[in-house]
């Protein structure tokens, strides 16, 4: 199921927004990577949210001055929630050991994926719109 996204949901409420966070844990409840799309202001760290709760995880914001944010699972397994809108090259990325969170099994969501797209072939594409207050999610 990787690549090209083929479901769309609507979201004009936090609880749709919940909703839509559900589904897609129901079609990856292994796990996945995740590239992140969408303008500021779509709703990307708002549907991130909504997956921590949905996975009963304490969500902790944004990672944008972190880079990463790191979650347990009762299960032990982890979920990785990146920001990468500050990184300005692969190298960057590289540094921060990128690759070896993607080769963890973990649940990984990228936001401002665009830095590593060398790494596309192993994400998922996630992209969320703003259609006048409505978020359209597509994955």
Sequence with gaps: MEGKPNHTLSAATLDEMQSAANTL???FPAGGHFAVYGEMGAGKTTFIQCICI?????????????????????DGRKLYHFDLYRLNSEQELSAI?????LDSGAYVFIEWPQIASVYSEAMNTLTITDDGGVRQIRF
């Design 25 to 27: 844990l129901e079609h």
């Design 54 to 74: 949905a996975l009963r995880l304490q969500f902790a914001g944004s990672p944008t001055f972190s880079l990463v944010n790191e979650y347990t699972l009762a």
């Design 97 to 101: 050991g990128f690759e070896e969170y």
